[in-house]
């Protein structure tokens, strides 16, 4: 119970402080310098751009980007269970309420690059811990998730492709195709720092050691790293020998440690380090 209250409030933190930064990127960033980076924010900026060419005023982006998602959960909610939403509907109501709160302050003026860098970092941050909280803003995310429900054959990755492209595309229409491009950057930027704090948040060593003296490496692992291990008897196929190879995952920083430690116990060990994608359990993420 108290560990289901701990993540539940990581969560939150998480989608806190993730739609803060996203507001950021979207209102003062690429709002300011009307790039179209695609989803619902894309699209708000080109209400606003739109309403300030025909009505004189722009209308803001919190309203339409609030208004816009409106529909989407009813129908998310009649389709796939309001369940599903619980997180998805919060992260998309703080995106909003960011919006609407913090004060217009434009942070790069007149140099499209760095906006389009800035933002990407800021936009790849927040996405990032929203995604690590389980949850998305809605938006085309929400959209390519209630498309696939109903076309099965085609994947979720590729849909949002299409509906983000031709967000980016309206926004060459109304803004230019130097915009777009620099929209373009600013995407690739904010899916590599997002995809590089979500691997990172979770990356792992595995390690393989095969050696002669298995009970005193064990023991010095175990005794100076507290860290678990598993023994799997091995067969050389060559010599026809028998030994211990031992099995255990560490995090990245410790395992120069480990390396250490095999050095000092037998240095004629064989050692193999590989990555891992995701550790759960004690001592890691406790998730399960």
């Not at 989803?39 to 982006?61: C, N």
Request: aromatic share 12%.
């Amino acid at each position: 119970m108290k560990l289901r209250v701990r993540s539940g409030l990581r969560d939150f933190v998480y989608i806190m402080i993730g739609t803060a930064l996203m507001s950021q990127a979207i209102g003062n960033v690429f709002g300011s310098v009307n790039l179209v980076t695609g989803g619902f924010s894309g699209v708000s900026i080109i209400i606003r751009g739109m309403s300030e060419q025909f009505l004189g005023t722009g209308i803001p982006l919190w309203l339409s980007n609030f208004a816009l998602n409106i529909p989407l959960f009813v129908a998310g909610g009649i389709i796939k269970g309001w369940r599903f939403l619980q997180k998805t509907f919060l992260a998309s109501v703080m995106l909003s309420f960011w919006l609407w709160f913090f004060p217009e302050y434009v942070y790069v003026e007149n140099d499209l690059f760095l906006a389009s860098v800035f933002g990407g970092i800021l936009m790849g941050l927040g996405i990032a811990l929203v995604i690590m909280a389980g949850a998305t803003t809605g938006g085309t995310d929400m959209i390519a998730a209630l498309i696939c429900t109903r076309v099965r054959h085609v994947s979720l990755v590729y849909v949002l492709q299409i509906i983000d492209a031709v967000i980016i595309a309206a926004g060459v229409f109304f803004f230019g195709l130097p915009l777009a491009l620099y929209a373009i950057t600013a995407v690739f930027v904010a899916t590599r720092v997002s995809d590089s704090l979500i691997e990172g948040a979770k990356f792992a060593k595995a390690v393989y050691i095969i050696t002669s003296r298995p009970k005193e490496t064990a023991e010095k692992i175990l005794h100076d790293m507290d860290r678990g291990l598993t023994g799997i008897r091995a067969t050389g196929m060559y010599s026809g020998d028998e030994r211990m190879m031992l099995f255990c995952v560490v995090s990245k920083k410790e395992i120069v440690q480990v390396k250490d430690i095999v050095r000092q116990t037998d240095p004629k060990a064989f050692v193999i380090v590989s990555d891992v994608r995701e550790a759960l359990g004690e001592g890691f993420i406790e998730n399960l």
